[in-house]
């Protein structure tokens, strides 16, 4: 049962994600990953501050929004890809900014969800 809402989650998040990739951008820097990925961060970290505050969160719920939902929606993989195209284009300072940008808002997204996770 509980591949069953890993994968509905991931289906929601995989569905979002590509929707977001729909939105029209005329850059060369990959924005729409790196916004991607900062919601999801965000949203990981107000589910798990949130599971970790309330003792009545089931844990198919945790495994729906923060495996599923939060795993379908972010990618490391594309962020990897993206990282190395702008290297190999030799656009290092795009590529040195994305990377940073990414890994520091991600990591401070977590602590924004958590804290999020306080008003409710």
């Given at each position: 049962?509980k591949?069953?809402?890993?994968?509905?989650?991931?289906?929601?998040?995989?569905?979002?994600?590509?929707?977001?990739?729909?939105?029209?951008?005329?850059?060369?820097?990959?924005?729409?990953?790196?916004?991607?990925?900062?919601?999801?961060?965000?949203?990981?970290?107000?589910?798990?501050?949130?599971a970790?505050?309330?003792?009545?969160?089931?844990?198919?719920?945790?495994?729906?929004?923060?495996?599923?939902?939060?795993?379908?929606?972010?990618?490391?993989?594309?962020?990897?890809?993206?990282?190395?195209?702008?290297?190999?284009?030799?656009?290092?300072?795009?590529?040195?900014?994305?990377?940073a940008?990414?890994?520091?808002?991600?990591?401070?997204?977590?602590?924004?969800?958590?804290?999020?996770?306080?008003?409710?």
């Amino acid at each position: 049962m509980k591949f069953i809402f890993v994968a509905l989650g991931g289906a929601l998040g995989a569905i979002a994600r590509y929707a977001i990739s729909l939105i029209p951008v005329r850059m060369t820097f990959p924005v729409l990953t790196l916004v991607t990925n900062i919601a999801g961060a965000i949203l990981i970290g107000f589910i798990v501050g949130i599971a970790d505050r309330k003792g009545d969160v089931s844990a198919n719920a945790v495994l729906f929004w923060k495996t599923g939902v939060c795993g379908g929606f972010t990618t490391f993989s594309t962020f990897s890809l993206e990282s190395c195209n702008l290297f190999e284009k030799r656009i290092y300072i795009a590529g040195g900014i994305y990377v940073a940008l990414s890994v520091g808002c991600c990591v401070l997204g977590i602590l924004i969800g958590k804290k999020l996770s306080y008003l409710i």
